[in-house]
């Protein structure tokens, strides 16, 4: 079953939460990474959430515990930079790649390190070690998929 991740807006105020949906209508939609707020624990859900949302993908156990929220976004391309900020924070791994080196996406120093964002289909860059940040990694993101301020 397929997850689709995208802005919805509430419909009791029609804030914006980034989301995580199995079908196109978003009839079973949960809003996911910091949007999630203060959840139960994982296990408590019912499988009706549980089939499509994974413990990591719920996040009550990721990231920065100040960052999660339940005030939503008023533009949609908040939500966007808040789920890649989740996504920094919490799902960001580095694997070194001793046989390759290229240009740091930050200052264009010499790395061997592959970072990747995100689980399901992440998002590589190559940062260096002063750069290998959960800031300088959603900076490179937001300039990547032009997520506007």
Request: glycine share 6%; aromatic share 8%; net charge negative.
């Amino acid at each position: 079953m397929a997850v689709t991740y995208t802005p919805r807006p509430r419909l009791t105020d029609g804030r914006f939460d980034m989301t995580a949906s199995t079908d196109e209508d978003g009839r079973y939609t949960v809003a996911v990474g910091y949007c999630a707020g203060p959840r139960p624990p994982y296990e408590s859900l019912p499988p009706a959430v549980t089939q499509f949302v994974t413990a990591e993908q719920w996040g009550s156990d990721a990231g920065d515990p100040a960052q999660y929220h339940t005030d939503g976004h008023a533009r949609e391309a908040d939500a966007r930079r808040c789920w890649a900020r989740f996504l920094c924070d919490a799902q960001r791994s580095t694997t070194v790649t001793p046989t390759t080196q290229e240009p740091c996406a930050v200052c264009g120093d010499w790395t061997s390190n592959m970072v990747a964002v995100g689980t399901s289909t992440p998002y590589s860059m190559r940062l260096c070690d002063a750069h290998n940040t959960a800031s300088d990694a959603l900076q490179t993101m937001i300039a990547a998929f032009q997520l506007a301020q």
